[in-house]
């Protein structure tokens, strides 16, 4: 293993997202709707995306999503903009969510 010559500037920016799924009868019905959310969240963008908790919950769903960067603002904007889209999702309603910076 090489070790690096100089410091190197990383931001991780985490966020976790709790939707409420609407109209979800089944886990079939709330794995239909997550699945078109996380693809059309890592369809345009560099980011890993997978559902994490609430998994048995047919109404429920967390969300984390992890975006690497050298840029802090960058970093903190993409995630905020994520924040806003999932808002105008139609099928869900945003609860809560938590943004963090390491």
């Known amino acids: 293993m090489k070790l690096l010559a100089s410091q190197v500037d ?23 709707v997550v699945k078109s959310i996380k693809d059309r969240i890592a369809h345009h963008r560099n980011i890993s995306i997978a559902e994490v ?26 995630l905020d903009k994520l924040v806003d889209f999932v808002r105008k999702v139609p099928q869900v309603d945003l609860m809560d969510y938590q943004l963090d910076l390491m």
């Open 53 to 78: 908790g609430a998994l048995e919950e047919h109404r429920r769903s967390i969300l984390g999503l992890a975006m690497v960067s050298n840029d802090s603002r960058y970093v903190r904007s993409a």
């Open 10 to 32: 990383m931001t991780i920016g985490v966020l976790q997202l709790e939707l409420k799924i609407h109209d979800a009868m089944t886990l079939k019905d709330k794995r239909r």
